[in-house]
């Protein structure tokens, strides 16, 4: 009987990380939106090795995800809402991986 209580914390452990990635990710797609935008409108330092080290890294994590849907999905005049769907994809399907995974 115990061997269930250990085996139903450790699929709520494993839910409860699977969630708290999938926030860190939303969270980082994000910030990624938000200094593009303000890079993009001359927010940045010429030459600033931190600026270009924060905007490589953030591109480098999100653009494999994000490129998915900017295949499928093309900007509406300057607009671009692939990430708003790639961020609605990730959190209905993170939390229905979640919601299995807590059974």
Do not use: H, K, N
Not at 38 to 48: D, E, T
Not at 78 to 93: E, F, K, N, T, Y
């Amino acid at each position: 009987m115990g061997a269930v209580f250990i085996f139903a914390d450790a699929r709520g452990q494993v839910a409860d990380f699977l969630g708290a990635l999938l926030l860190v990710y939303t969270l980082i797609i994000f910030v990624y939106i938000i200094t593009s935008l303000i890079f993009s409108f001359g927010g940045r330092v010429p030459y600033s090795r931190w600026s270009d080290a924060v905007l490589g890294f953030l591109r480098d994590v999100c653009e494999p995800y994000l490129g998915l849907f900017r295949r499928f999905i093309p900007p509406i005049g300057p607009l671009d809402i692939s990430p708003i769907v790639a961020i609605l994809v990730l959190q209905i399907v993170g939390g229905i991986l979640v919601g299995l995974i807590r059974g």
